[in-house]
């Protein structure tokens, strides 16, 4: 009987310790990334605000290097690494649609990727499969040469690009695992 009250009250303080070890490294985890985002002046914002300061320009500091996934958006520089998970329901994709230069891109990156139109203004459509319009506006490439969206997760869906009346077109999927870069294939034509 002795011997089972020791057993239980070694696991007992087993399980107090280790949860005490994960709350700890928790909390210092989410102090690190706070201290990075602060680093670089994206405290206090919701992750679409972060994603929308580093996709609209291009003069982020040098050493920070940003990549945008189906589900996360990662911060690194040359000591530390910050992963925040993009919204459950929301899928973000950037493109840039162009008649001479582009580069072949499937994961998109704020800090590096960059399109052959700047400040232009173009006509969007964004249409599901299931007819449904999703995006129907004048846009404007941003400073990086790239137009951002946030659209519905899971679906299939078809991206038009009207400009100098010239069009661009390409299928797109807003699934896990799904590109979050378009270049090649929105060629005017």
């Not at 011997?3 to 985890?29: E, M, P």
């Not at 602060?38 to 940003?66: A, H, T």
């Not at 991206?159 to 009346?165: H, P």
Request: hydrophobic fraction near 40%.
């Amino acid at each position: 009987m002795v011997k089972n009250r020791k057993v239980i009250l070694f696991a007992l303080t087993a399980v107090v310790v280790l949860t005490a070890v994960v709350l700890v490294s928790t909390k210092s985890g989410r102090d690190a990334q706070a201290l990075f985002l602060q680093k670089y002046g994206l405290e206090n914002l919701e992750i679409k605000d972060i994603v929308k300061r580093l996709d609209s320009r291009v003069d982020e500091p040098s050493n920070l290097f940003s990549s945008i996934t189906s589900e996360q958006l990662i911060l690194k520089d040359e000591s530390q690494e910050v992963r925040l998970n993009l919204p459950k329901e929301e899928f973000y994709l950037s493109f840039a649609p162009y008649f001479n230069t582009t580069h072949p891109c499937a994961t998109h990156s704020p800090s590096s990727c960059r399109g052959e139109f700047v400040g232009e203004k173009m006509h969007v459509t964004i249409k599901a499969l299931s007819g449904e319009v999703l995006v129907e506006d004048d846009m404007t490439t941003m400073d990086n040469g790239f137009i951002g969206v946030w659209l519905p997760r899971d679906i299939k869906a078809t991206v038009n690009v009207d400009y100098l009346g010239k069009t661009a077109s390409a299928p797109i999927e807003t699934s896990t695992g799904s590109d979050t870069c378009l270049t090649t294939p929105l060629k005017f034509n």
